[in-house]
Each structure stands twice: as structure tokens, then as C-alpha cells.
């Protein structure tokens, strides 16, 4: 397979790597960048272990092509921390035990904040369909839907980013 | 002691690390350069005997710098982890479609994939036997069919004012846990291996690893910080591929990883149980019990791994929290071309449960009587009568009567029973659905000897404190509670406990991390572990610092000594100066219990946990579709170590337990290929599936056992809460007909089963008019 070079925004910096033209945005992203917080949960676009933000919008890694990307703006679970300082997502996740494993958690909070930026007061009917396509196998869901409703309050509060 | 942490809600150990995508797990760690990936090819025939197998195009093949079968195999090549059975590479013949015949290792994942493909395998096809029916006609079983009997059931049968019978069909269920099998090997000098596994179980993954290699216990050591997710499913399932890793590692001398991709998982490793129960009950007019004969038949695959231990388990809970007087439960351990079937969470325990489940559900609409109160009238007694389980074991601490009782009270039963009547005759095509019910877990493994544990904590003359035992964490919190225990011992904050990743050098001979005894067993040897160093300075400080040993509290950091406040980080170091050591290793062995398994009586738990559940549902009766609104839980989880963790716990149970009834079908083939591999097929519950209003409570009340913190075991009992929806299904089905026919239908109760079921209600309803 041909390598091209590849040029995309990852977590605000901008990188140009040789890429082979079937590699998949999580091998890229896990493998070449070398940031490990996205997760292969299923191989398939069925489970949401594996999201990240597309130019702002959640998208599967492990079914879409690294070169796919290509000038557009990717950001994972490492971009949202500032330094030590949790994003409002991952506080309300740490705080109201949204996480139990953490397996899915990466790909949860990631949904969870292409959704806020879009809409950041949801109701929990759209946080319920907001998250439809990730699975979580241990928390039954309860505290997830809990962190994402923290979360919008301590956003809408101004408390982190 | 200090009380500071225990009982408090504090969150997971590593929830900073899951929230951060810093949390590693097995597939995060960076492996050095020249590390190799392995591929398992797996068997396409549910039975046949391999009549050739040429793997030389895959030696070959771009990439490749190992193949391996079972003729390379240095060591033994089974790796049954109880009987034999189960060989780590095909040898000679397969008996699961799914079954692991030969291993590459190569450069890349998809290197080491496409020369497996260049495989010339032949067989010779066996005859498969794909479901339980036929392996009982066949007689085809793991072990001769037992039985648990108490009184004369048969006797007494005929004796009864009522009979009735039926069966009841249920599915089994894949763990999906996130993380899917995954293990390094990175060979050392004399032939050692070190494994990073996912595995709940490292010291049998440590024995296998040594017993594949031809090597011993002391040559290969296993480590696991954490895993994502396993429910059983990681007990002796990770076993294969750090084996596979290890003997691909032994052949190129290189660093191998071993991940199975999803579809392969669900394949290759084993599952929950399926069974089938038939049953025949006699019963007097009020729906109490005279006499039931079980006959509990598990789809056991085609190696026996833990089926014995989990078929004993569903036996032990056929009487839920039911007084049986007389009894005859027998175990069928049917062997299979499936693949074999495994722990998962309950562990045999919730197919026992549903099928007296389904009795009293049956014997409440022949009489006309409300389900909760036949469900009353036949619990275990409180005042030492009543109280003999067929086992022979007395269940003394008998909680569910007041348990029900509340949860009765606080979830409206009766006024929604009513409004559901109603809602029913007014509404043709939606019914509603309405069940409680109740559950009691016997809590320890029901093989004696594993109910051990060890620790090992080291003060450091610093002041802190690094905790290591032999459990393992899978999402459950188990690290944090023991810290907490840990924390209090010392009166010190959870941050100057390091907990580190379980490790076979550090704590040896451990069991796994099931039976949900992990908190119980390592919490109780951690604390043995802090006593002994506490014992060490309370002697020096009688000695040194003339105080009265009795007298030393740990709190806040510092440590009373008679009128004196020391820091902790102060008093340690002076312990220290004084060459005090300050490392020890703790121990926990569970009292009281004991089991002949020759008689199949004892005392194989040392308490019950208890719970209960209301569910209310609502059926699409034109479509089969159906939905949770509501449901309430009552909890026991004793004086609980962690709410938070544990209402976690209950809240993921529930859900997991609706999915097996409700959702995840395990559908094979008729060539014995598992066809439902992957969750665009297999439909785990999402966010969406939540009931629409969730109510969890904790029973307010304290382990009578001398349990950690009188708490109770809380991993596995909240799985079969969700059974009350699968009743509350049955409920609404049967509203279709009157409420007096009882519906035919097994589980998973999917919409089109659902569908089935209410055909046939209507079409006995017709023909009986
Ligand atoms: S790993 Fe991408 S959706 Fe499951
Ligand atoms: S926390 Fe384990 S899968 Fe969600």
C-alpha cells in the first residue's frame, strides 16, 4: 500500500505523518499518534467505545479511514483535560461515578460532548438517544445519564470549559 | 481503628484515569520494538476430526515469524482449569465450531490474519449434537446426572391437593464485556514469562501459562492492573489466548500480543449457561408448596471448565427464598458442540432462581392468587422454623419478609395492581404488566478450599502505605473498598494508599475474583495485614515510648499514643529507627462453612445476600415490543462498604440481568456456527432501555455474619432483580387471556417470542370456550 502524507488537526496541534491509505482513524490515532485514551471496544461501529470528534461531531474511529480526516479537526479523550484540571464532562463522570471499568468511558464522554456542544441544556430523552450507539456494560446506564445532566449544570454554571 | 472511609460513598480508585484516557489497559501498554502480533485461527466445523493440516503457505506467508499447532506445544497441551478438556491448540479433532486449531505470530495484526488464511485443513465430519434434548436423549453428559433431595417429593406429590407442571426454556448470555480477551508475553532470560493479562483469575492463568510451557509456577509471574469488564468472563476464558501468547512468545523469543477482535470473542469463549427446567409441583389451595421435583438441564458445551461448580449453584438456589419441604432437584450437565460455557455473573444461581420463579408465577394464576402473596406464603420461616434448605443448610438470617414487606409498601404494589387491571380492560393492544420478586444468594465459592485469600501491605517509613492483594479489579470497585478498610486501620487518608496491580509474585495461590467474594476475602486479609504491623507497633511503642499498647488510636493522620499525638508519617519513621518491620502479609480463610459434596448437604454458604424487585412493564400486543416503565428495588447489601459502588452495582446488574431475559439472543445454527457475533445482532440494552422510572434502595440492615465491615457481597445478587420484568412480561401476556391461562414463554423474552407467546394464549383461550 501507498503511504501519503497525512495532514489533519489532532487535539489542536497540526501533524503531517506517512500514512498508509487503509489505515483506520483509531489505528492512527492509537498507534501513530500514540494516544491510547480511545478504545476498540467491538471492531465494528457498533459499540461507541471508539468515539471521537470529527470537526466537533462524534464519529466512529475504528470504521473510518485515518485519510478521511485528512484537513479536518480531530480531537480525542486527551484534549478535554487542561493539564491536571478536568473538563466539566470528566468531573461530573469522576464525581457522580459515571464510570466503572472506564472501558466505554472515553467513547461515552466524547458522545457526551459532541452532544453538549450542540445542545447544552438536553433533557434526558435526548441524552438517552444522544447516546444510543454506546455501549456500557457495567453501569446500566443511571450514573452516565446522571454526569452528562451534572455536567450541562456545571457548564451552564461556568464552571470549566 | 478509625471509621473515616468505610461506608462512605467515594468514587472508584481510577475513575480520574477512565474520565482522562489515562487509565492503561493490556492493549495500551507499549510494547518494545520487534514485539510480534498473534492470530488464533479458529475451527469452521462443530465436530470433526482433522485428517490433515498444512500450515506450510502460512509459515510462508509476509510477516510471519512463528506457527504453532498442537505438535509444538512444549508442555501439556490441555488446559482445563478443573477436569481436563480443554486443549490450549486443536489436537487430532475439534468439537466446537470456534475452537482454536493453530496460532500465527507476525509483524502486524493483519499480517498475522491474512497468512492464517492460507491454512489447507481437512476433516472428517462427526456427528454434532447442537442442542440439550438431544444430548439427554443421547445420554451425552459431562458427568453422570445428581440430584439434591430432601423428604419424599414423589410421595408428597401424589399426596397433593393441586398439581401442576411445565418447563421453561433459558437462554444464555455473552459477557460483552468492553475490553474483549487480550494478553502480552514478554519471554525473560532462563525461559521465564512475564503475562499482562486481562483475567480475574492470575494465579491459574500463572499455573496454565507454566503447565503449557513444560515449565513451573515459580517460572511465569502474571500481572493485571484492571480489566474493562469482565462478569465472569475473564475467569478461566482468559486462559487461552495468554497461553497462545506465551507459546508464541517461547517460539520466537520476541514480545507477543494476543487480542481477540469481537466477533472472534463472542466465537471462541464460553458464555452463560443455557438451560432448560421441568418441573412438577404439588401445592394446598392457598399456593403453598407440598412437594416440587426440578430437573435443571444445562447446556454445558463440550468441556466440562466450571459446569459442575455452576450446575451445583443453580441447584443450591432452585428454592430461591422458598421453604421446600420436599424436594428432588436433579442436575443434568449436558455436553455439547458448542463452545463451552463458562461463569458469568450469578454463576448459575439466576437459572436456578427462574425456574421456581416460574412455579410460583404458575401457581398464582391457576388459583386466581396474586403473585406477591403466593411468593409470601412460601418464604423461608424467621423463627427457626421453616429454615432447612434441601442442602441442608439453615437460613438464619432470613430478611425477606420485612424486605418484601417495605418494598411492597414503597412501590404501590397493590394500588398499581389495581390501575393496571383496569388499564388492561380498557386498552386492547397495549398491556400492562406488573411482578415482584424476591432473591436470595448464597454468598462463598461452593468449593471450600477456594475461599482464601492473602495480602501483602507495606508502610514505607515515609508514612505511606502500598496495598497489594490477591484480587482483581474489573470495574467493581474492589480496590477502593479495600483501601477504605485499609485507610481505616490506619487512620490515614485513601490517598497515601497506593493500590497496585495484582501480581503472582506479590500474593501468591489466589483464587479468582468471583462468587462476588472479592471485598469479602481481600478485605478481610488486608485487614489482617495492617493488624499485624499495627500488633509490631503497638509493641514498640509500649517498649520505646513507654505507652500502653492497648492504647494506640489511629485517626486523621496521626496516632494517640496514651496522652501523646504522634503524625503517622512520625510514629512509622521511629518504628523504623528502631528496626520495626514494617511490611506483612495477611491471610483470610471464610469460617463456618463446610460441604460434602459426597451427600450434597452442609453449610456451603456462609450468609445470604437479599434483594428484591417490582417491575412494571407495558407490551405492544399487535408488534411483541415491550418496554420497563417503572421499576423499584430493595437492596441488602448489609452495612454497605461503599454506597455509591454498590448502588452501581445494582443499578448495572439490573440492566445486564433485563438484557439476558429480555434482549440477547444466542442463536446457533444448525451447523453449530453461532450467528448472533457481533451487537448488530446481538442486542445488549442501551441508554435508551433504561426503565423510564428507576427506584433503588438499600435495605437498611447490617451482615449477622462477622463479615468485612458487616457488609454484604454485592457483585452478583442484583443480576436477578431484573427477573421481576421478565414476570411482569408474563403478567401482561396473560392479561391477554384473563389471567388465568399461563403463558408459554422461555427466555430471552424478545418481541417476537413475546409474539409467539400471545398467539398461543389466544388460541387456548379460544379453543377452551
Ligand atoms: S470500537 Fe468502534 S464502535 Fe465499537
Ligand atoms: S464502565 Fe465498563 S463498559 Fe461502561
Not at chain 1, 438536553?122 to 456500557?136: K, M, Y
Not at chain 2, 491459574?204 to 513444560?214: M, N, P, R
Not at chain 2, 421435583?293 to 444445562?298: K, N, V
Not at chain 2, 401476556?733 to 417470542?753: I, Y
Request: with cysteine; hydrophobic share 40%.
Amino acid at each position: 500500500m501507498e503511504k501519503s502524507i497525512l495532514r489533519l488537526t489532532l487535539n489542536g496541534r497540526e501533524r503531517a505523518d506517512a500514512v498508509d491509505g487503509n489505515v483506520l482513524l483509531i489505528d492512527y490515532i492509537r498507534e501513530i499518534a500514540g494516544l491510547t485514551g480511545t478504545k476498540m471496544g467491538c471492531d465494528g461501529g457498533e459499540c461507541g467505545a471508539c468515539t471521537v470528534l470529527v470537526d466537533g461531531e462524534p464519529r466512529l474511529a475504528c470504521i473510518s479511514l485515518a485519510a478521511s480526516a485528512e484537513g479536518h479537526d480531530v480531537e480525542t479523550i486527551e484534549s478535554l483535560a487542561e493539564g491536571t484540571r478536568l473538563s466539566a464532562l470528566q468531573k461530573s463522570f469522576h464525581q457522580k461515578l459515571g464510570s466503572q471499568c472506564g472501558f466505554c468511558t472515553p467513547g461515552m464522554i466524547m458522545a457526551s460532548e459532541g452532544l453538549l456542544r450542540k445542545n447544552p441544556d438536553p433533557s434526558v430523552e435526548e441524552i438517552r438517544t444522544g447516546l444510543s450507539g454506546n455501549i456500557c456494560r457495567c453501569t446500566g446506564y443511571v450514573k452516565i445519564i446522571e454526569s452528562v445532566q451534572d455536567a450541562a449544570e456545571r457548564k451552564a454554571e461556568g464552571d470549566a470549559a | 481503628m478509625s471509621n473515616q472511609h468505610m461506608g462512605k460513598a467515594v468514587p472508584h480508585d481510577s475513575a480520574a484515569k477512565h474520565v482522562t484516557g489515562q487509565a492503561i489497559y493490556i492493549d495500551d501498554i507499549v510494547l518494545p520494538a520487534g514485539h510480534l502480533h498473534g492470530y488464533v485461527s479458529m475451527s469452521p466445523k462443530a465436530h470433526a476430526q482433522i485428517t490433515s493440516m498444512d500450515l506450510s503457505a502460512v509459515r510462508t506467508s509476509p510477516g510471519v515469524a512463528a506457527v504453532i499447532s498442537a505438535t509444538d506445544v512444549p508442555g501439556a497441551i490441555d488446559i482445563g482449569p478443573v477436569l481436563p478438556g480443554d486443549p490450549v491448540l486443536a489436537d487430532g479433532w475439534v468439537e466446537y465450531a470456534g475452537q482454536a486449531l493453530f496460532a500465527v505470530a507476525a509483524g502486524t495484526e493483519s499480517e498475522a490474519r491474512a497468512a492464517a488464511k492460507r491454512a489447507d485443513i481437512t476433516y472428517d465430519d462427526l456427528d454434532a449434537i447442537l442442542d440439550i434434548e438431544t444430548a439427554r436423549a443421547q445420554g451425552s453428559y459431562i458427568v453422570e446426572p445428581y440430584a439434591i433431595t430432601v423428604g419424599d417429593a414423589q410421595a408428597a406429590l401424589a399426596k397433593s391437593a393441586n398439581q401442576l407442571s411445565g418447563k421453561l426454556a433459558i437462554g444464555g448470555q455473552d459477557h460483552f464485556y468492553l475490553e474483549g480477551q487480550v494478553a502480552v508475553a514478554m519471554p525473560g532470560e532462563d525461559g521465564d514469562m512475564l503475562i499482562y493479562s486481562s483475567t480475574q483469575h492470575p494465579s491459574e492463568l500463572q499455573h496454565l501459562v507454566a503447565k503449557v510451557l513444560g515449565k513451573s509456577s515459580k517460572d511465569v509471574t502474571v500481572e493485571v492492573r484492571r480489566m474493562g469488564g469482565a462478569f465472569g468472563g475473564k475467569e478461566t476464558q482468559a486462559a487461552p489466548v495468554a497461553c497462545q501468547a506465551a507459546l508464541l512468545a517461547t517460539a520466537t523469543g520476541r514480545v507477543v500480543k494476543v487480542r481477540l477482535d469481537r466477533d472472534d470473542d463472542m466465537m471462541a469463549t464460553g458464555k452463560r449457561h443455557p438451560f432448560h427446567v421441568n418441573w412438577r409441583v404439588g401445592f394446598d389451595a392457598d399456593g403453598v408448596l407440598d412437594a416440587a421435583a426440578f430437573d435443571y438441564l444445562a447446556d454445558c458445551g463440550y468441556s466440562p471448565d466450571l459446569s459442575l461448580a455452576i450446575l451445583d449453584r443453580a441447584l443450591f438456589h432452585a428454592d430461591n427464598g422458598y421453604f421446600l419441604k420436599n424436594a428432588l432437584i436433579r442436575g443434568f450437565a449436558c455436553k455439547t458442540n458448542k463452545v463451552s460455557m463458562t461463569a458469568f455473573r450469578g454463576f448459575g444461581g439466576p437459572q436456578g432462581m427462574l425456574g421456581i420463579e416460574a412455579v410460583i408465577d404458575d401457581i398464582a394464576r391457576h388459583l386466581g392468587i396474586d403473585r406477591l402473596d403466593v411468593t409470601k406464603r412460601n418464604l423461608y420461616g424467621r423463627d427457626g422454623t421453616r429454615d432447612a434448605t434441601p442442602y441442608g443448610q439453615r437460613v438464619e438470617d432470613n430478611i425477606l419478609p420485612e424486605l418484601i414487606d417495605q418494598l411492597e409498601a414503597s412501590s404501590d404494589y397493590r394500588q398499581r395492581r389495581t390501575e393496571i387491571t383496569a388499564f388492561n380492560a380498557s386498552h386492547s393492544h397495549l398491556k400492562r404488566g406488573l411482578a415482584l420478586t424476591p432473591l436470595k444468594f448464597g454468598i462463598s465459592f461452593t468449593a471450600t478450599f477456594l475461599n482464601q485469600a492473602g495480602a501483602l501491605v507495606h508502610v514505607y517509613n515515609d508514612g505511606s502505605i502500598q496495598l497489594n492483594h490477591g484480587g482483581t479489579e474489573m470495574g467493581q470497585g474492589l480496590n477502593t473498598k479495600v483501601a477504605q478498610v485499609v485507610a481505616d486501620e490506619f487512620g490515614v487518608p485513601l490517598d497515601a494508599i497506593k493500590i497496585t496491580a495484582t501480581h503472582t509474585g506479590k500474593v501468591p495461590n489466589t483464587s479468582a475474583t468471583a462468587a462476588s467474594s472479592g471485598t469479602d476475602l481481600n478485605g478481610m486479609a488486608a485487614r489482617d495485614a495492617a493488624q499485624t504491623i499495627k500488633a509490631r507497633l503497638a509493641a514498640f511503642a509500649a517498649e520505646q515510648l513507654g505507652a500502653d499498647g492497648e492504647n494506640l488510636s489511629y485517626a486523621d493522620g496521626n496516632v494517640l499514643i496514651g496522652e501523646k499525638t504522634l503524625t503517622f508519617a512520625g510514629f512509622v519513621r521511629q518504628a523504623y529507627m528502631h528496626r520495626i518491620s514494617l511490611s506483612a502479609s495477611g491471610f483470610y480463610a471464610t469460617p463456618k462453612i463446610t460441604y460434602d459434596p459426597a451427600t450434597r448437604q452442609g453449610r456451603p454458604f456462609f450468609y445470604y445476600a437479599y434483594g428484591a424487585a417490582v417491575s412494571e412493564v407495558v407490551v405492544d400486543a399487535l408488534t411483541g415490543e415491550h418496554r420497563v416503565l417503572r421499576a423499584d428495588i430493595l437492596h441488602d447489601a448489609g452495612r454497605s462498604l461503599n454506597p455509591a459502588l454498590d448502588l452501581g452495582q445494582i443499578e448495572g446488574g439490573y440492566i445486564q440481568g433485563l438484557g439476558w431475559l429480555t434482549t440477547e439472543e444466542l442463536w446457533w445454527d444448525g451447523e453449530g456456527n453461532l450467528k448472533t457475533h457481533a451487537p448488530s445482532t446481538y442486542k445488549i440494552p442501551a441508554a435508551g432501555d433504561l426503565p423510564a422510572d428507576f427506584r433503588v434502595a438499600f435495605f437498611q440492615g447490617e451482615n449477622r455474619e462477622d463479615n468485612i465491615g458487616r457488609s454484604k457481597a454485592v457483585g452478583e445478587p442484583p443480576l436477578m432483580l431484573a427477573s421481576s420484568a421478565f414476570f411482569a412480561i408474563r403478567d401482561a401476556v396473560a392479561s391477554v387471556a384473563g389471567n388465568r391461562l399461563n403463558p408459554s414463554l422461555d427466555t430471552p423474552a424478545t418481541p417476537e417470542k413475546v409474539l409467539m407467546a400471545i398467539e398461543d394464549i389466544k388460541q387456548r383461550r379460544d379453543t377452551e370456550q
